[in-house]
């Protein structure tokens, strides 16, 4: 049996976590002693490494409950079921790069466009770009629309010659 605080030194991760597991319902102790310490059985190290692998790979709380669900009636429950948990966050994890990979390009590009000079940002091209978008929103009232920041390809040669945008 371990107390908490030898749990979670083997676990490598701070005692607290396993009380916001066991708050969350992903992990209890198997008994408390008589002075009301936790103790925890090889069966909860186990169930422990478990959520947090699952957790190291973005599973959320909800998903990993479930996946200990599957995992203690495993009997009831398909490989597919748990391939399309997986699969459902694959997909998911995609559409975040996606996302990421937008804002890497966006912010290349106005990086790209600005001289970043020491001179005034009376004139600098990327608060013209994100003033320029914030602009079309308003714009455009009422919708659901997110800002799409492009820098036109003016504004980068202004930069290069060192012109007003900056």
Same mark, same amino acid.
């Given at each position: 049996?371990? @107390?908490? #605080?030898?749990?979670?030194?083997?676990?490598?991760?701070?005692?607290?976590?396993?009380?916001?597991?066991?708050?969350?319902? !992903?992990? %209890?102790?198997?008994?408390?002693?008589?002075?009301?310490? @936790?103790?925890?059985?090889?069966?909860?190290? %186990? @169930?422990?490494?478990?959520?947090?692998?699952?957790?190291?790979?973005?599973?959320?709380?909800?998903?990993? /409950?479930?996946?200990?669900?599957?995992?203690?009636?495993?009997?009831?429950?398909?490989?597919?079921?748990?391939?399309?948990?997986?699969?459902?966050?694959?997909?998911?994890?995609? !559409?975040?790069?996606?996302? !990421?990979?937008?804002?890497?390009?966006?912010?290349?590009?106005?990086?790209?466009?600005?001289? #970043? #000079?020491?001179?005034? /940002?009376?004139?600098?091209?990327?608060?013209?770009?994100?003033?320029?978008?914030?602009?079309?929103?308003?714009?455009?009232?009422?919708?659901?629309?997110?800002?799409?920041?492009?820098?036109?390809?003016?504004?980068? /040669?202004?930069?290069?010659? #060192?012109?007003?945008?900056?």
């Amino acid at each position: 049996m371990y @107390r908490i #605080g030898e749990l979670a030194k083997q676990c490598q991760v701070k005692a607290d976590t396993l009380r916001f597991y066991e708050k969350h319902g !992903l992990l %209890a102790p198997s008994v408390r002693s008589d002075a009301g310490y @936790r103790l925890y059985s090889n069966m909860d190290a %186990a @169930r422990l490494r478990f959520i947090l692998r699952a957790k190291a790979v973005g599973f959320s709380l909800n998903e990993i /409950a479930e996946l200990l669900s599957i995992e203690l009636d495993k009997a009831n429950w398909a490989c597919a079921d748990v391939k399309g948990m997986v699969d459902t966050k694959l997909v998911q994890v995609q !559409l975040k790069l996606a996302e !990421l990979e937008h804002f890497r390009d966006s912010l290349q590009s106005l990086s790209e466009a600005c001289c #970043g #000079g020491p001179e005034s /940002a009376e004139h600098c091209s990327i608060l013209e770009a994100l003033e320029s978008s914030s602009q079309a929103v308003r714009r455009e009232a009422g919708t659901a629309c997110e800002p799409q920041i492009q820098v036109h390809a003016n504004n980068k /040669a202004q930069a290069k010659l #060192g012109r007003q945008s900056c």
